[in-house]
Every structure is written in structure tokens, then in C-alpha cells.
């Protein structure tokens, strides 16, 4: 059986490793949050240029424009579906779909990163909470320790 003062600390144990996990998820979430940060200035480069070439010179129908996305914004989880594929558009009608699926993309690329921000701020508060916990377990530890020491004396 657990003496009564070792319980504080092998709960604070517990909690300590909780947190190194709840840090590892937040730190894998910022690299996903730096990843489509990335996207999105990608999308946000291929939104000036279209508009820029799309405001410049007006394009017939033999001429193109394309739209090439990295392939890691291409694979991003959650949106892949969404991806503007590496196409040639050229046309009146093909330059306001490929406009559409600019501008949707960029939506659904800030859906993401807010979902993501959203749940990064949840974990970081978890560790926060599980850390004071921890240290408050600790501090039960070496009061409880700390008895049997005034009791000896």
C-alpha cells in the first residue's frame, strides 16, 4: 500500500507527465497553425497576382492563368477537398470559378487555423491548470513530509 504522504507526490508525477503530453499536443498544433499560416499567404500571393493580371489586360480565351498551390497546402487536413487544383484557367467565366475557389479557399484556410487557435488556448490553459495542480501536490508532499520531521525533533 501508498504511505499517506508518498500519494501527493506520485499524483504530482501524474500530473507533471500530463503536462509534458498537453505540451507536446500545443507544440504540434503550432507547427500545423505555422503551416497554414503558410497556406494562407500562398493563397493570399495568388489572390494579388490573379487580380493584378485579372485588372491589367483582359484575357481571350487561349490565354491562361495558373494557379499552383504547394502540396503540403494541398494535403492540408480538413480542407484537402477544398484545395484549388493546379489548373489553366483562361475565359471570362473561368476566371470568376477560379476567383470563387481562391476566395473560398482562404475561408476555409481561417476556419481552420481558428478551429486550431481554439483548441492550442484550451490545451495551453489545461497545462497551465495541471502544472498549479502539481505543484500544489507537491507542496501537500513536503508539508505531510515535513510533520514526521517536526515530530522526530
Known sequence: ??????RPLILSL?????SV??????????KERALT?????VNLHNIILFSRVRDSIELRNDEFFDVDLPI????LPGIANQAVPAVSIGGESRLTRLENE???YAVELNKLD???ARLQRNIILGLLLFNVVALLLQAVHLYEDSKDIDEHE
Open 37 to 41: 499560416d503558410y497556406c494562407e499567404s
Open 114 to 116: 481558428d478551429g486550431k
Open 21 to 30: 503530453v498537453l505540451g507536446q499536443q500545443a507544440l504540434r498544433l503550432e
Open 102 to 104: 481562391l476566395d473560398s
Open 1 to 6: 500500500m501508498i504511505s499517506k504522504k508518498a
Open 14 to 18: 501524474a500530473f507533471g507527465l500530463t
Open 72 to 75: 503540403v497546402c494541398q494535403a
